[in-house]
């Protein structure tokens, strides 16, 4: 009979503990839940492109210097920490558009709750890289016609070994 009551109390005990989460949901039982539904919410945008074009002779020794800053919203509060973040970078000029590369971010960069984070980077292509896109970078960089900077890519986060991406595409105007 001791067995019975003594098993009878765990089972209201255990019953009574999942009514009272029941109310608080999934994310309350699974932080990592939480944290992805916060990345989710992230809104990039591509707040600084500064081209550098560095001519020399010979031309195929030429390179663009590029640096980016990507600003982060965070509109939850819940701080998060990137575990990867990269994109592909496309400039279109007049109806032309190029693809110019993939730009890795350096990784482990924090994103504050509640409030706004910058992304930074300097990257370094070489003419042979961009050769396809020579005359619209030239023409955006030099002549600076009105071009279009576009960089669409993934986010990735990670938290107790489950990772996840958040997709992110901004673009920024620039020229006359």
Known sequence: MRFRQGFLAVLVAAGTTGLALLPLGCSALNPALRYEEAARQLRFSLDRVEPKLELVFPLEQSRL??????GVDNPTDQRLRTRKVSGDLRLKVRD???????VTFPEGADIVAKGRSTLKVEVLFSQKDLQA??????????????????ITGEARFELLGIEFGVPFRAHRESGD
């Open 65 to 70: 210097r590029l640096r980016l800053d990507v």
């Open 96 to 102: 032309e558009e190029n693809a110019l590369g993939t």
């Open 133 to 150: 896109a020579w005359s619209p970078l030239s023409r955006a960089v030099l002549r600076h016609d009105p071009a279009t900077w576009t």
